[in-house]
């Protein structure tokens, strides 16, 4: 079993690597501002606070994160739709247009890596990376206390 966590850790290294080098090749987004944009998108407009639960980063790296993206007119803040005080960190019009743009490249890429792959080994990929997200989530959530 410590082979395989391993072997693992080396695999998720690398696959962060290959991934960071494909969106500087492409001129895509900055990872993280990337990152930001997706959740953003995945979860519609959310809060400082939201955001920094969600990707697990403190608020002053969020915020600075947040404010390039904002003076790059990739993101703006707006009225909670809910009425509530925070102000509420939404996509704009161009910050969505780009998005599509970087996250097509990826998906472009992704279908030549995995395109002699037959299907079910592609969706079995996709539910055990969906999978160790999610317990990567709850591992760190865990030590959050």
Not at 13 to 20: F, H, N, Q
Not at 40 to 45: G, L, T, Y
Not at 82 to 100: D, F, P, Q, S, Y
Not at 104 to 130: C, K, M, R
């Amino acid at each position: 079993m410590k082979r395989s966590i391993a072997d693992i850790e080396y695999e998720q290294m690398m696959l962060s690597r290959y991934t960071i080098a494909q969106q500087r090749k492409s001129g895509g987004l900055d990872r993280s501002v990337y990152l930001l944009m997706s959740r953003i998108d995945e979860q519609r407009p959310m809060s400082i606070a939201e955001l920094s639960h969600a990707l697990r980063l403190d608020s002053s790296t969020l915020q600075r994160q947040v404010t390039v993206a904002i003076n790059d007119g990739y993101l703006e803040r707006i009225v909670d739709p809910e009425g509530k005080a925070a102000r509420k960190i939404a996509l704009t019009a161009i910050g969505a247009e780009k998005l599509m743009g970087a996250r097509a490249i990826s998906i472009n890429a992704l279908e030549h890596i995995l395109g002699d792959w037959n299907p079910e080994d592609v969706q079995q990929f996709a539910t055990y990376l969906n999978r160790f997200n999610n317990a990567i989530e709850a591992y760190s959530d865990s030590k959050r206390g």
